[in-house]
């Protein structure tokens, strides 16, 4: 059906604005007895958390990696598998490709099933929300399905597959909008039984018309969006402003390691004598009898996996006192290309240089 100028104002409008905004998280096709609706998802909700980053004295961001504690050794993405357990450290292994075989076909519909009550689904399934945006030529349809559920009071009970899963969706309408919540499976939610509340409670009613009565009197017509104020990140934000302003706490890049003046008379420093001084020094002082190492990873493990374990045996003997910060090191063991060096610690990578100068 051909379009009228209405609507075709109604699609220049909506899409020139859209061209500025975020980019749709998935884009396809509503799809429901004979109706076709290309729509895209967005996502509803942003995280505005402060996150708190690990890092090393020095700055360092640090890395969080798979690590066997029988061999004391860190873990390359190739010597990883999943495994399913199915008692006390008892796992079926389960490969890539059993995943892929079982993984549902890719789609880019939203195969809507059927109309429930919005009432009869409860908030406790509702895991993420998306907003569901109407593609180029599809205002009016998305204005006649957001009115029609709305009028109706239903929402819409869907599965669509986004990269490889499978979800099951309820559409909602609010005020003109179709949104998209990402439902819990039944099986994921708790029952009150399982946790020991009674299904009722007889409650005296002198104590609950007092209730009734401090509620109304703490009442409100609205939610105030201020009351849901995230108090703890904005604290966290003043703390870290306040730090700032005092130049408390701040790590600042190579803080140790002011440029030298072209036109300074200091002799420069050979931190590579320095720290090989110092290693001479730990290695005469200490006792002759070591404890051995441990066995090396049963048949199958890398030479990769050995030789860093050595590097961490190593490290242990590097004096912490030497004066070379993180990014000396790092640098010289970029000279003398050696692997791994970007997941090593301070000392690791001091005792990787000595062992390989």
Known sequence: MPKNKEDKDDDKDYHEAEHHGPRPFWSGTITFGLVSLPVSLYVATR??????????????????????????????????????????????????????AIAPEKSQEIDLRRFVPVDQIDPMFFQRAYFLAPNQGAIKPYRLLAQSMEDSERAGIATCVIRGKEYLLAILSHQGILRAEILRFAEELRTPADIGLPESIDADDDLTKKMVK?????????????????????????????????????????????????????????????????????????SAGKSPKKSSRAAGHNKRSKDNRAQGEQAGRVDESTDMTRAEL????????????????????AAAIEAGS
């Open 214 to 286: 401090s509620i109304e009197a703490n009442g409100r017509k609205t939610l105030d969006r201020a009351a849901l104020t995230d108090v703890r990140s904005e604290r966290i934000r003043e703390r870290v402003d306040d730090k700032l302003e005092a130049d408390e706490d701040v790590i600042h890049e190579a803080e140790d390691d002011d440029i030298e003046d072209a036109d300074s008379d200091e002799e420069p420093v050979d931190l590579m004598a320095v720290l090989k001084r110092s290693l001479e020094q730990k290695n005469d002082a200490s």
């Open 47 to 100: 995280s505005k958390r402060v996150k708190l980053r690990m890092v090393d004295h020095d700055g360092e961001p640090l890395a969080k990696r798979y690590f066997c504690p029988a061999e004391e050794v860190a873990l390359e993405s190739d010597e990883i598998v999943r495994g399913y357990e199915v008692e006390k450290d008892q796992f079926v292994v389960v490969e890539n490709d059993e995943l892929d």
């Open 330 to 349: 790092y640098d010289r063991a970029q000279a003398l290309d050696i692997k791994g060096r970007s997941r090593m610690s301070k000392d690791e990578l």
